[in-house]
């Protein structure tokens, strides 16, 4: 039997892929997720167990069919999978643009121009044109970015939000035809093996390999991009050529990194990496080193004079309390200060009622940029919030207090705090249709769900009901919604059994048939859930102490 192997760029294609494999009885299709040169990786080690042919799309497609020698077929995006993704670009109220090779956008084009859309089309000819596009795009005031796999990557790491354009399941089915049918004109498959390299790539997490030329032959790392500069390999290189075996540890902005290297046959030049980056491991303190950036809703006057005035105060170092009840996105917008202002430091959050003033000094060590001190009660943790005040002030970082109770107003001037309160959600009922919307490209981009647009009376719907925990309650509902739709429109209907569905439910579902330890996370996890991942009421919930909490959740 034919053996095709779909290497899906991004994981929102896997449940088109579910609905297409059925389709094709007389093949056998198997399918992963991996873009670029994870992607080609895979392709490799399919290859190495005899596939007949490999199928992916767009720049992922394009490296596997150099680095293969089995057939590779490449999906193209239809007009109807441009329509789709463009639909859902223009409702997000944000300056957008589609960035890709001409093949994507000759067609984006016609369709905008059609639909009058307010999305804008900029081509690249290679892919070392689109960082320094995007770059510009940012400065010139662009939130959005549609495009390939390539775009969306390049355009978190510059600050972008990236869309994919995805393809819908009549452009993978037709590629598996067109697969099928290129399979039986052919004779002959060539089969090589690539079985050193996948053991390689069991075996380390982070490997190099230089030929005698010093040139990059191959290369695989899970933990980082690039971690060495050119000065960096060619030192490695001379010590290699006089020591046959060398073993080097260095320091970077993010931590450390250990360097291995054998020479083997006096020629190619091994190298394994590994990440010795240090953590703090003090109780009740998360680093964070990786944050995304994410719509923010500021289609009201009032969200976004608050947005900009919370701007204004993290960049001139103000020491910020922000107030408000638990949902109202005291921690989401902490983040996305940090990301906007501070994107590759380390964000650093605290939980007062698990740290201990002893530990403070600690805190400094890792030069954090920003510090974010959870569950503050004004009374409970005066110490504490005083003590990291000063601190900020000596050492020049972002401070951010977080807190549901209400301060004293000469308290905050004597600490010279400014104070900033998230109001309920019913009482920003105006964000709630920018905010579905956002959570619904959200998913449709993680999960591959249907919908793409909101019927107006389902946002009238939305706008109505209650929320017991804000935003986090919205966008859960949104959530069930958007899995259980079958149309591309969500429909009210589908938001009222969701709604019906959560509260019967209270989404208890726990592996029954796990270990005591695996039902006893699940059960904290839930409960973390329900009340927002706020620790302290879990705890009291959970019969617990705050500490044991912590502990738990570390195991």
């Not at 701007?311 to 910020?320: G, K, P, T, V, Y």
């Not at 104070?419 to 591959?448: C, M, N, W």
């Amino acid at each position: 039997m034919l053996h095709i192997h779909i290497v899906a760029p991004y994981s929102a294609m896997v449940p088109v892929l579910s609905d297409c494999i059925p389709l094709f009885p007389s093949v056998t299709i198997t399918h992963s997720v991996g873009d670029l040169k994870k992607g080609v990786e895979t392709a490799l080690a399919k290859e190495g167990e005899g596939v007949d042919l490999i199928i992916s799309r767009g720049g992922t497609a394009k490296l596997i069919k150099k680095a293969v020698s089995v057939p590779v077929i490449d999906i193209q995006l239809s007009g109807y999978d441009l329509t789709r993704s463009l639909t859902l670009a223009s409702k997000l109220n944000e300056k957008t643009a589609v960035v890709g090779f001409q093949n994507i956008t000759a067609g984006a084009s016609s369709i905008i121009k059609l639909l009058n859309l307010p999305i804008n089309v900029y081509t690249v000819n290679a892919a070392n044109e689109v960082a320094p596009l995007l770059i510009k795009l940012k400065q010139a005031g662009y939130h959005h970015v549609l495009g390939d796999v390539i775009t969306v990557n390049t355009s978190q790491e510059v600050g972008l939000r990236g869309m994919l354009l995805q393809s819908g399941k009549e452009s993978v089915a037709r590629s598996i035809e067109e697969a099928i049918h290129l399979l039986r004109t052919i004779s002959q498959q060539t089969i090589i093996n690539k079985v050193m390299k996948t053991l390689l790539i069991d075996e380390y997490r982070n490997i190099v390999m230089f030929d005698e030329d010093d040139s990059f032959i191959y290369k695989h790392f899970e933990d980082f991009h690039d971690p060495l500069d050119s000065t960096e390999w060619a030192l490695l290189h001379t010590s290699l050529a006089i020591k046959k075996e060398v073993k080097e540890t260095y320091t970077k902005d993010k931590g450390r990194i250990q360097v291995k290297g054998q020479l083997i046959d006096d020629h190619f030049k091994v190298y394994t990496l590994r990440w010795l980056k240090h953590r703090l491991h003090v109780k009740g303190v998360i680093e964070k080193l990786v944050l995304n950036k994410e719509p923010i809703a500021l289609s009201t006057v009032s969200s976004a004079n608050r947005f900009r005035m919370l701007q204004h105060l993290f960049r001139e170092n103000a020491r910020i309390l922000l107030t408000g009840e638990k949902g109202t996105g005291k921690s989401f917008l902490s983040k996305q200060l940090h990301v906007l202002e501070n994107r590759d430091d380390f964000f650093l959050i605290i939980d007062a009622e698990i740290f201990e003033l002893a530990e403070v000094d600690h805190i400094w060590t890792v030069d954090p940029k920003t510090i974010v001190v959870e569950n503050v009660n004004p009374t409970k943790h005066e110490d504490l919030v005083t003590v990291f005040v000063s601190k900020s002030e000596q050492y020049g970082n972002r401070l951010i207090v977080h807190s549901e109770e209400k301060w004293d107003e000469e308290r905050l001037e004597e600490l010279k705090m400014r104070h900033v309160h998230l109001p309920k959600l019913s009482e920003r009922v105006e964000d709630i249709s920018d905010l579905a919307t956002y959570f619904l490209a959200d998913y449709h981009q993680k999960y591959g769900t249907r919908p793409v647009r909101i019927a107006e009376d389902a946002l009238h719907y939305l706008e109505e009901i209650s929320y017991k925990h804000h935003i986090k309650s919205l966008r859960q509902l949104v959530k069930k919604a958007s899995l259980d739709e079958r149309d591309y429109l969500l429909s009210k209907e589908a938001l009222v059994q969701a709604n019906g569905r959560t509260t019967a439910e209270g989404n208890n579902d726990f592996p029954i048939d796990g270990t005591l330890k695996e039902i006893e996370k699940a059960i904290i996890e839930q409960v973390l859930r329900d009340e927002n991942q706020n620790q302290t009421q879990a705890a009291k919930r959970l019969g617990i102490n705050r500490a044991t909490l912590w502990r738990k959740l570390k195991e």
